[in-house]
């Protein structure tokens, strides 16, 4: 199956999947999802969005309240084990034997699905990670990162088709989350899909074939990575005015531009991307209709605004 067709078909498809606990909380909203094969989709938002809880219903280590999910084509309910045996799961904490060593670790991980013995496949996931001269080592003697690259391998031992990776990079420095960016990237050309949550922007758009952004249990959009990006890219130019305004002039409404409520600032948002801002031609018109500017100021949108423009938007029915 060429890299085309696998990215065409979906791997996991998630319907109507909500979850509330037994304390009333809704931790997710009736999430729809559909994972291709092939692809790295990054599930992008801030801590308690939702994200932790998706994955680990996907991976049968949560129980969802309703909703139905497939992995391969199996039900996760009434074909648990076949699914399961498709999914590798790297959670955010450390669970390892301190005192046994890497080989035996991840061996043993490979031997809780049912799989035989296979030290040529344990020995290419060990070198794949960079952990092949650390195979002898006590897991307690490993630096934190080898630490989170085994728990990796241990993931990869059944050789599942899907790598799940929840906040892969929280807590390590600059420098190992970019050595970790790669090797995500390597798996993914050996045919694994790769499913990673994160609330690191530059994460996602680093590694990403697909974002889904997820607030407050709900799946807000999950969009192409170039596509979000754009959205990311916009800027805000804020005009302060000499002379309050009322409304703004009928020959400037082509801007958009949004007044504030005492009057005394007009707001541009503009795409950084495009060849033209705009900018030029807005300054120009400002001054044709008689409007001074006393001091301007640029920022970029921030991904807590996508947010908060997402919700209105639902909200509004926009």
């Not at 989709?41 to 999910?69: D, E, F, W, Y």
């Not at 922007?201 to 697909?210: F, N, V």
Request: glycine share 8%.
């Amino acid at each position: 199956m060429n890299i085309a067709t696998r990215i065409a078909s979906p791997v996991i498809a998630v319907r109507g999947v909500s979850k509330t606990y037994a304390g009333g909380t809704t931790a997710l909203k009736a999430v729809d999802l559909d994972i291709r094969d092939g692809e790295i989709l990054a599930l992008l938002g801030p801590n308690g969005a939702g994200k932790t809880t998706l994955i680990s219903i996907i991976c049968g280590i949560v129980t969802m309240s309703s909703g139905s999910i497939t992995v391969g084509g199996h039900d996760i309910a009434s074909d648990y084990r076949a699914a399961r045996s498709m999914i590798g799961l790297v959670p955010q904490e450390l669970h390892t034997d301190a005192f046994e060593t890497v080989w035996n670790t991840v061996t043993f991980s490979r031997g809780l699905f049912g799989k035989p013995k296979n030290p040529d496949h344990v020995e290419k996931v060990l070198r794949d990670l960079s952990l092949f001269d650390k195979k002898d080592s006590q897991i307690l003697a490993l630096s934190g990162g080898m630490k989170r690259r085994v728990m990796i391998a241990k993931a990869l031992a059944h050789e599942p088709r899907v790598l799940f990776l929840d906040e892969p990079t929280a807590g390590v420095d600059v420098e190992l989350r970019k050595d970790m960016w790669a090797m995500i990237r390597r798996l993914r050309e050996t045919g694994v899909t790769v499913i990673l949550t994160t609330h690191y922007i530059e994460e996602a758009e680093e590694m990403a074939d697909r974002i889904g952004v997820i607030n407050k249990g709900e799946l807000m959009l999950v969009e192409e990575k170039h596509e979000l990006m754009r959205k990311l890219g916009e800027r805000r130019l804020t005009l302060e005015l000499r002379n309050r305004l009322d409304a703004v002039p009928p020959d400037l409404a082509r801007y958009n531009l949004q007044l504030a409520e005492d009057g005394q600032s007009l707001v541009y948002r503009y795409d950084t991307q495009k060849e033209r801002t705009g900018i030029a031609s807005l300054l120009s018109d400002l001054s044709s209709a008689g409007i001074v500017i006393r001091d301007l100021e640029t920022a970029t949108r921030s991904l807590e605004e996508i947010f908060v423009g997402l919700v209105s938007s639902k909200e509004t029915g926009r």
